[in-house]
């Protein structure tokens, strides 16, 4: 049926099209210019439907290894990993210009030594440079108004730090920069890659895949709406789904999610005013929790300089809609919300529900959800942009070796092993954050969403909508006023309560830095998973990271400085190189054996050159020598061969973290994370080595 609406359709547009030409359309009437340009339309449309391509692709014959769908963070970073492993990328957006609403803003420290490790220019400076000064973010403030209410506790959550750096466990900041801020700063290092086509305004609309390769259908709509834009077809070997939980490419995928799911509705309120962050000093913080008998709200401080805010403010469907939140009632809820009659204007609205999600698999053939469209979480505790990060991270090096002939497509399945893991546990920290910190607000709203249900159930449909809501909002302000954290609890016990840490947490160390693979690319020792098995057991709420040279960890960081490039340094040179964290970073799809200074050095070195020729994989050595340095001496370096590289422990970090005798190894991944160890020298390395390096590549 539409094959033979599509050719009545061309077959009435042809002549009209033949007959004008392009300069004779442009002389021809308005009526008749109109009624063509709606004939053409309604081919589009048609074709569309039929399936079928209505115009030819403008890189028309042209193969990408990897088509991006989604141009957020998550996307970029994927795109910028694969062109610094020398595979090119294809980045489809569907807005036509970068988003202005702030969204995620914490960054934590593996996220920012991700963005360290991509090169020129340095992305993890620029976040630096642009964030906001600690001691504008180091608290978070519960009070019952931002201005003119009554402070019931502060939280600092960096005692003890003067800066947002913690030098002992990584060389990169936890960061305070939203994602409107961040965004430029990635695309800017995306216009200066020439493996990198960018393309705003173009969305995947849908695609169809095979055993070679796949091929999208996309709509490069000039009003960002998916309408009059010209579609065309792209073809890549891969696809990766960086379009958020909203994408709907997952959803094209057939694969479902688990988790508890919708938590809580809320409406996002973006707004400036400089007054009020002039208001705020002395109160300074990076989030305030606002409880008052007209309202309940978490206010993110993203500048408190520019007076740039937003306000998070739940709301109950279906009695509550976002279409109740107009511009007039935003602004005065900002005024609920800071106690005070402060000048704000309302930038953007945005109602969005707060789930715990994670994707059942994040691998359907030849396309990967990553991101959002893998995972969704609760900000408490900042795990969402992050985590999606970190996916890329796993899952851009995997693609370039596969692409590269370096491993196998099995390489690719432990994609959904290692990160799934991964999302789940921060699903679930997430969701725990999101329930205590109603604890310390003396909420519960899954009392008020059931009171919602209730009031919107059919046996009272029969009263009236304004009425029903009505009853909600009245039985909320009454239950606000009874839940207040100042009836439940005298100053005394609150100022116990914030004093011990017993809120909401700013940073995750332990979580951050300190999860580990248990299977996928990785290769187990004797005793080995037992060991990952003890160090993964739950831990204190408190308790700090604790580094590990364990399979399927992050290497640890210790200050390094070059002594001799090697292969692994050749083009560079290392000028770059400050930290162990940085050595996988240069890397490519190689790995890396990590040795100690010491007589060893040289049979493993041996080792590494016949794994590479028996695998095809090269296998890196990088020897870190000990002991006093002085400057431009290049003692140390004469007992590693001229190949590899040689790095100082310029401050005797890494012999304590080692955590292997002197004679032992480690083989390490692209990503920083440990694939195998060897506590020593003795028997048949070769194989041994050679044996893990297939484990790892899945060859």
């Known amino acids: 049926m539409a094959s033979a609406q599509l050719a009545a359709a061309r077959n009435m547009a042809a002549p009209l099209l033949r007959s004008l030409g392009a300069a004779g359309f442009c002389a021809t009437p308005a009526s008749l210019r109109l009624l063509v340009a709606a004939t053409a339309a309604g081919c589009r449309q048609l074709a569309t439907a039929a399936g079928a391509p209505a115009a030819a692709s403008s890189a028309s014959g042209q193969e990408w290894p990897v088509i991006i769908a989604g141009g957020g963070p998550t996307g970029l970073t994927t795109a910028l990993l694969l062109a610094k492993y020398g595979v090119r990328s294809l980045v489809l957006e569907k807005a036509r210009t970068l988003t202005d609403h702030p969204q995620a803003h914490l960054i934590n420290m593996r996220c920012m030594e991700i963005l360290r490790g991509l090169g020129d220019p340095d992305v993890a400076s620029r976040?630096?440079?642009?964030?906001?000064?600690?001691?504008?973010?180091?608290?978070?403030?519960?009070?019952?108004?931002?201005?003119?209410g009554r402070v019931l506790g502060m939280v600092d959550h960096f005692k003890g730090q003067t800066s947002p750096y913690q030098p002992a466990i990584s060389p990169e900041p936890v960061a305070h920069l939203a994602q409107h801020r961040l965004l430029p700063l990635l695309v800017e290092a995306v216009k200066q890659q020439p493996l990198i086509e960018l393309r705003m305004g173009h969305s995947l609309r849908s695609f169809a895949q095979t055993e070679a390769g796949v091929s999208a259908v996309v709509d490069s709509a000039p009003d960002g709406n998916g309408g009059g834009g010209l579609i065309y077809r792209a073809s890549g070997q891969y696809l990766a789904a960086a379009d958020g939980a909203r994408g709907g490419l997952r959803q094209q995928l057939g694969i479902g999610m688990g988790g508890p799911g919708a938590i809580q509705h809320l409406i996002n309120i973006h707004f400036?005013?400089?007054?009020?962050?002039?208001?705020?000093?002395?109160?300074?913080?990076?989030?305030?929790?606002?409880?008052?008998?007209?309202?309940?709200?978490?206010?993110?401080?993203?500048?408190?300089?520019?007076?740039?805010?937003?306000?998070?403010?739940?709301?109950?469907?279906?009695?509550?809609?976002g279409a109740d939140f107009t511009p007039q009632r935003c602004a005065e809820l900002v005024k609920q919300i800071a106690r005070q009659d402060v000048e704000a204007e309302v930038r953007t609205i945005r109602p969005w529900t707060m789930a715990?999600?994670?994707?059942?698999?994040?691998?359907?053939?030849?396309?990967?959800?990553?991101?959002?469209?893998?995972?969704?979480?609760?900000?408490?505790?900042?795990?969402?942009?992050?985590?999606?990060?970190?996916?890329?991270?796993?899952?851009?090096?995997?693609?370039?070796?596969?692409?590269?002939?370096?491993?196998?497509?099995?390489?690719?399945?432990?994609?959904?092993?290692?990160?799934?893991?991964?999302?789940?546990?921060?699903?679930?920290?997430?969701?725990?954050?999101?329930?205590?910190a109603l604890?310390?607000?003396?909420?519960?709203?899954?009392?008020?969403?059931?009171?919602?249900?209730?009031?919107?159930?059919?046996a009272l449909a029969w009263l009236p909508a304004e009425m029903r809501r009505g009853v909600l909002e009245t039985t909320m302000a009454v239950g606000k006023a009874a839940a207040s954290p100042i009836r439940r609890l005298r100053q005394s016990e609150l100022d116990e309560v914030f004093e011990h840490g017993e809120t909401l947490r700013l940073q995750f160390p332990k979580e951050d830095l300190g999860y580990l693979y248990p299977t996928g690319a990785v290769c187990h020792g004797p005793g080995d998973a037992q060991a990952v098995a003890d160090y993964q057991k739950p831990?204190?709420?408190?308790?700090?990271?604790?580094?590990?040279?364990?399979?399927?960890?992050?290497?640890?960081?210790?200050?390094?400085?070059?002594?001799?490039?090697?292969?692994?340094?050749?083009?560079?040179?290392?000028?770059?190189?400050?930290?162990?964290?940085?050595?996988?970073?240069?890397?490519?799809?190689?790995?890396?054996?990590?040795?100690?200074?010491?007589?060893?050095?040289?049979?493993?070195?041996?080792?590494?050159?016949?794994?590479?020729?028996?695998t095809g994989v090269p296998v890196l050595a990088v020897v870190i020598s000990r002991g006093p340095h002085a400057g431009g001496s290049s003692t140390g370096s004469s007992s590693a061969a001229e190949g590899s590289t040689v790095v100082h422990d310029s401050e005797g970090a890494w012999l304590a973290l080692r955590q292997l005798p002197a004679d032992g190894a480690l083989l390490v991944r692209p990503d920083g994370h440990i694939a195998w160890r060897r506590p020593t020298a003795a028997g048949d390395l070769a194989a041994e080595l050679g044996a893990a390096v297939r484990a790892v590549m899945c060859l």
């Not at 976040?127 to 003119?148: A, D, I, K, N, S």
């Not at 705020?280 to 007076?307: K, P, T």
């Open 127 to 148: 976040v630096v440079e642009q964030m906001p000064p600690l001691h504008q973010w180091r608290r978070f403030v519960y009070c019952t108004g931002m201005v003119g």
């Open 439 to 458: 604890r310390i607000l003396g909420l519960d709203y899954k009392a008020a969403n059931m009171l919602s249900d209730v009031l919107a159930a059919p």
């Open 356 to 436: 715990g999600r994670v994707a059942h698999t994040y691998r359907a053939g030849r396309a990967f959800l990553v991101g959002d469209a893998a995972h969704a979480f609760p900000p408490s505790g900042a795990f969402g942009m992050n985590t999606g990060v970190c996916d890329a991270h796993n899952l851009a090096w995997k693609l370039a070796a596969v692409i590269q002939g370096r491993a196998s497509d099995a390489l690719l399945d432990t994609y959904t092993a290692e990160r799934k893991l991964v999302g789940t546990a921060n699903m679930l920290l997430s969701v725990a954050n999101f329930n205590e």
């Open 272 to 321: 400036i005013s400089p007054q009020l962050g002039q208001q705020l000093r002395g109160r300074e913080g990076m989030l305030y929790f606002v409880f008052n008998r007209e309202v309940i709200a978490v206010v993110v401080a993203h500048n408190i300089d520019a007076g740039e805010f937003v306000a998070q403010v739940p709301y109950f469907p279906p009695l509550q809609s």
């Open 539 to 614: 831990k204190p709420r408190d308790a700090p990271y604790t580094p590990t040279t364990l399979v399927g960890a992050r290497l640890p960081h210790a200050p390094v400085t070059v002594r001799q490039p090697g292969r692994l340094l050749a083009a560079s040179g290392g000028h770059h190189v400050a930290s162990t964290i940085d050595l996988p970073a240069e890397a490519g799809t190689s790995l890396l054996l990590l040795l100690s200074e010491g007589d060893a050095v040289g049979s493993w070195e041996a080792a590494a050159a016949a794994a590479e020729a028996a």
